[in-house]
């Protein structure tokens, strides 16, 4: 690697916290936040000496860099499978053999399925050139001549990496955060379909879907109530109050709830307590959420 910028002064710390915060080793101090782990990977002893040097000052969002050494791709391979949080690997081409290293870069993205490190190829070789369709092919983020990278392309490269790393693991927890989330409503909702009778209706006010409950509680078949007007449960007239109501709140984007009566398909009348949410979608859809107090034997 090239050394001609020897002034590392302008290396400074990106983002450092104000002078009025509480400094490392100082009480009220915050811990000190865990590094960047930055793999090298190269069959050459003195390219990790010359990278370690040139990058020891380095400090991204108040993280410093923790240096990880591997000297072939199967070293290279290990120390990825043990540590899953390295966020920049910066890999040598040539080693064991001519294409070690695009065999690492597709081992990790492939085989790993790790999707966020960040892949900076080097080669030795000058005249070596690396085609577009391989950096492509092999989800690699950027390559360079190690003649050609001086300590200032070097920080350049490593930082702006660090930062895509950054951004990509952000949204990795937040996704999977959604995720959680996501599967714990799942549940709420699968026990809330054993439970409850459950019907959507649509702008119209056509029944969209119904649960299996809701099928047992009124005595059709979902391909009979799909498509159908809820008065085949309940014909006119309504309780006028209760109408009044019930149409009042969902105009304003608000819950309502109260006791109805509906008839299941043999004509005993059924009271439940509804729950009916409209939704944000445009147009809008009504969603209903019953559980059964009783079932009156009276036929209509």
Request: with cysteine.
């Amino acid at each position: 690697m090239n050394q001609n910028d020897d002034d590392t002064d302008w290396m400074i710390e990106d983002e450092a916290p104000p002078a009025s915060q509480p400094q490392p080793g100082k009480p009220g101090a915050a811990p000190t936040p865990a590094p960047w782990r930055v793999l090298i990977v190269d069959d050459d002893v003195d390219v990790h000496v010359v990278t370690k040097f040139s990058l020891s000052n380095v400090c991204f969002q108040g993280r410093r860099l923790s240096f990880l050494h591997a000297y072939s791709g199967e070293e290279a391979l290990t120390t990825l499978r043990t540590t899953p949080d390295i966020a920049l690997v910066l890999l040598d081409v040539i080693m064991e053999t001519s294409d070690a290293g695009l065999n690492v870069a597709r081992h990790i993205r492939d085989t790993l399925h790790n999707k966020l490190v960040r892949i900076v190829l080097r080669t030795g070789q000058p005249g070596q050139a690396l085609e577009h369709s391989i950096i492509l092919d092999y989800d690699i983020n950027d390559f360079w001549c190690k003649t050609d990278l001086t300590t200032r392309k070097l920080f350049t490269t490593v930082i702006s990496s660090l930062r895509a790393y950054s951004g990509l693991e952000q949204a990795h927890r937040q996704i999977q955060a959604l995720q959680q989330e996501l599967d714990q409503a799942k549940t709420l909702l699968a026990a809330v379909d054993q439970h409850a009778a459950m019907m959507t209706l649509d702008a119209r006010g056509k029944i969209v879907t119904v649960n299996d409950k809701f099928c047992a509680v009124f005595q059709y078949s979902r391909e009979e109530l799909q498509g159908a007007d809820p008065r085949l449960l309940h014909a006119p007239p309504y309780p006028p109050d209760q109408l009044a109501d019930a149409l009042k709140a969902l105009k304003e984007g608000e819950a309502w709830t109260d006791v109805v009566s509906a008839w299941r398909r043999d004509g005993q009348e059924v009271r439940l307590r509804a729950t009916v949410t409209v939704t944000a979608d445009i147009p809008p859809r009504y969603i209903v959420v019953a559980s059964v107090l009783q079932a009156l034997k009276r036929p209509l």
